[in-house]
């Protein structure tokens, strides 16, 4: 497994699948990839019904979703993986690839989340009401959360072109239809 220093792309990182097996990314060699750091009790969760249609509607040309649990942000993702996989696939009927719960910032970090936040730092939550909520709240516990490239909240997404490079970073604020336009710009 690269470190996120040594890394040149994405696949070179091995993560965990939901039973604990190593899974190379190299496998997505090709493809554009949404990883996406998830919970299932968070304001957010509901985004897995757009990213479950985005799957639907992409994934024949090209498009993979790469699902990664993470119970750092309030202890949203509580559970067991098993627990968490049936809960998507019940309520969100979510198909595309879910992973084992990670850590995304802090000294338990994977190393590919350190390779995504390195590539793409934050740079805002953009307009709106829950921007300006996530913006309030992220103050309250630093006030200098903003100048850190440390995943905010559930439901940051990364955008991989098809040779493993990280072109975007999607805050969970980010409209769903933004990112869907695109990651439809990635696949033609």
Not at 87 to 95: A, D, E, G, N, V
Not at 175 to 185: I, K
Request: aromatic fraction near 12%; proline fraction near 4%.
């Amino acid at each position: 497994m690269a470190s996120a220093l040594s890394a040149q792309s994405v696949y070179d990182f091995t993560v965990k699948d939901m039973k604990g097996n190593d899974v190379s990314l190299s496998q997505y060699k090709g493809k554009v990839l949404l990883i996406v750091n998830t919970a299932t009790e968070c304001g957010f969760t509901p985004q897995y019904e757009a990213l479950q249609a985005m799957y639907d509607k992409f994934k024949d040309k090209g498009l993979e979703i790469l699902d990664f649990p993470c119970n750092q942000f309030g202890g949203q993702a509580p559970g067991s993986i098993e627990e968490i996989h049936q809960f998507c696939t019940l309520k969100y009927k979510t198909t595309f690839p879910q992973f084992g719960k990670i850590d995304v910032n802090g000294e338990n970090e994977s190393p590919l989340y350190t390779f995504l936040k390195s590539k793409q730092t934050f740079r805002g939550f953009g307009s709106g009401d829950m921007a300006q909520k996530m913006d309030a709240m992220l103050k309250k516990q630093d006030p200098d959360y903003a100048s850190k490239s440390d995943i905010k909240w559930n439901f940051t997404k990364f955008l991989v072109d098809k040779e493993g490079n990280v072109v975007a970073r999607f805050e969970p604020t980010a409209s769903m239809n933004f990112v869907q336009n695109v990651v439809s710009s990635k696949l033609y």
